[in-house]
């Protein structure tokens, strides 16, 4: 698996045009909305959005910008599950989660010092990531995963308790873009 295929599941899971009245994002195609569209140089139809741009801003946007190849160096479980969260809840949020996790796993910082929440990837945050791999194995990104996405979880409940119009967007969230 590499960034082209998680791109397309991206796809696939966003599918096409939508402009739901609750969706804040406004029209939406392949999950970019109008905004991101505009922002990146796009200004047709969003209708008519072509697949090749919406994959451009994937991988520029949530992929190589936030630094996750250098994450998929380390663990391509964790590379994708940020990748993912993202496309969902931007970078920085997605990398907090990253960090929260770390910093909850290192037993007091006997493994390694806590991080500052930042929320961007850089040499501190990949040291700890080798460290926690480094200590726990291949088996213990099935646990950062698992704290990754019980914070993402937590995240998707409280827009929706926040906002009423989030809850129409609560089940596919959770059965979509949790484990």
Known sequence: MDIHDLIDEVIAREGGYSDHRADRGGPTNMGITRDVARDNGYF????????????SVYRRLYWDQPGFTFVAEISWAVAAELFDTAVNMGPATAIGFLQRALNALNRNQQDYPDLKLDR????????????????????????????????????????????????????????????
């Open 44 to 55: 047709d139809d969003m209708k008519a959005l072509p697949r090749s741009f919406a994959e």
């Open 120 to 179: 961007q990837i850089g040499a501190r945050t990949l040291g700890a990531l080798r460290r926690f791999r480094a200590l726990r194995g291949p088996g213990g990104d099935k646990v950062m995963l698992k704290a990754m996405e019980a914070l993402q979880g937590e995240r998707y409940i409280a827009l929706a308790e926040s906002r009423p119009g989030n809850e129409a967007f609560l089940y596919g969230w959770l059965a979509n873009r949790i484990g």
